[in-house]
Nanobody
Framework: QVQLVESGGGLVQPGGSLRLSCAPS????????MAWYRQAPGKQRELVAS???????NYADSVRGRFTISRDNAKNAVYLQMNSLKPEDTAVYYC???????????????WGQGTQVTVSS
């Protein structure tokens, strides 16, 4: 069973930077849109940024200009560069991918296990 594996979370001071990475653990046929979501305590999960296979991107207003999503199709990986971090960015960040395991299979959503990002002095 393919899983999305995330890395790069941690504790950072306000104004600092972190880079999150995510890639599937096994082989895939095709990955369409990839995205990062986050969920803060007591809040609903929200979309942070997404990137289509062709490279077009979409950002939440709260992170636009500070975060950059990118992908490497050769590695099936997606990244989230987070700069100028604020305490309100503190959350568990989840990787999401619309993924097709084989040419016969339909694509469906896969989720990572989540990685904690804490912004605090």
């Amino acid at each position: 069973q393919v899983q999305l594996v995330e890395s790069g979370g941690g504790l950072v001071q306000p104004g600092g930077s972190l880079r999150l990475s995510c890639a599937p653990s096994g082989s895939t046929f095709r990955i369409n849109t990839m995205a990062w979501y986050r969920q803060a305590p007591g809040k609903q999960r929200e979309l942070v940024a997404s990137i289509r296979r062709i490279g077009s991107t979409n950002y939440a207003d709260s992170v636009r200009g500070r975060f950059t999503i990118s992908r490497d199709n050769a590695k099936n990986a997606v990244y989230l560069q987070m700069n100028s971090l604020k305490p309100e960015d503190t959350a568990v960040y989840y990787c999401n991918a619309d993924l097709q395991l084989s040419w016969m299979a339909s694509s469906r959503d896969y989720w990572g296990q989540g990685t904690q990002v804490t912004v605090s002095s």
